[in-house]
């Protein structure tokens, strides 16, 4: 039984969800139409109805690799490290990951990744199209005349 | 001083770069030309080359309020919570924040957060632009016909 994201919330311009520390995240499983049950993987953009970027949480068992190289069409990935040690390639150049990696792949980039700590290596992988950002922070944001008010 | 990015390194189709824990991420200061230095805040898309997402990793400090209420122009923002504890408002309305939220805000929402608990509430925030993903996962994903070989 995959753990669940608990506590949905929803108002006219947000959802949110509790989806557990990194260190829970082994207790999700993902149904994939083709390879069947996916241990320590979820993905949050159904949940919260996400329209500009797909966002998964993964944690990989002590000693597993990820059984395959991947790489995208459209979509440029950020991964973020946040618990565990590890190691990823790219394009078959093998490099370290520990808490705090954050790693840029392009599309045509063909990546695999594996814990090679003791404990899990835990994960948030972000899929955005590669070159849409228009603008962002300052030039994105705007700031109301009025205090905030807790 | 701020803390910086540290082993930055770069392939063909990647860059990565080392943040440091969610812990550590109060010892960056952002130098923001209209606010002046923002401790607790960095940004990641020109360290790695981001183009389809913004992402900055925050930190609060106890009883720390964001100052100012904000909206977007283009883009839905992602916030994932990954230490201490808060409260998050949008549009007015306020509800809880610990490891594990997730929340996702379209462009009008008015949002702002605070960190309630006794240690800061780290956060990494993604900027999309709204409707820019066209497919994701097994979709935008192609398998390349070799096996992996660490």
Same mark, same amino acid.
């Given at each position: 039984?995959?753990? *669940?994201?608990e506590n949905?919330?929803e108002?006219?311009?947000?959802?949110?969800?509790?989806f557990?520390?990194?260190?829970q995240w082994?207790?999700?499983?993902?149904?994939?139409?083709g390879l069947g049950?996916?241990?320590?993987k979820t993905f949050?953009?159904?949940?919260?109805g996400l329209?500009?970027m797909?966002?998964?949480?993964?944690?990989l068992?002590?000693?597993?690799?990820i059984?395959?190289l991947?790489?995208?069409?459209q979509?440029e990935e950020?991964y973020?490290v946040l618990a565990g040690q590890g190691?990823?390639q790219?394009?078959?150049?093998?490099?370290?990951?520990?808490?705090?990696?954050?790693?840029?792949?392009?599309?045509?980039?063909?990546?695999?990744?594996r814990?090679?700590?003791?404990e899990?290596l835990?994960?948030l992988?972000?899929q955005? *199209?590669?070159?849409s950002?228009g *603008?962002?922070?300052?030039a994105d944001?705007m700031?109301?005349?009025?205090?905030?008010?807790w």
């Open positions: 039984m995959s753990r *669940q994201p949905l919330r108002g006219k311009s947000y959802r949110s969800a509790e557990g520390t990194p260190a082994s207790e999700f499983v993902m149904n994939h139409p049950p996916v241990p320590g949050l953009g159904k949940v919260l329209t500009g797909e966002v998964s949480f993964g944690s068992a002590p000693g597993r690799s059984p395959f991947h790489a995208h069409r979509n950020l973020v190691e990823m790219v394009d078959g150049e093998v490099f370290p990951l520990s808490p705090g990696s954050a790693v840029r792949i392009a599309p045509a980039g063909e990546r695999c990744w814990a090679t700590g003791t899990p835990a994960y992988v972000v955005a *199209q590669a070159g950002l *603008q962002a922070t300052a944001g700031i109301p005349d009025r205090p905030v008010v």
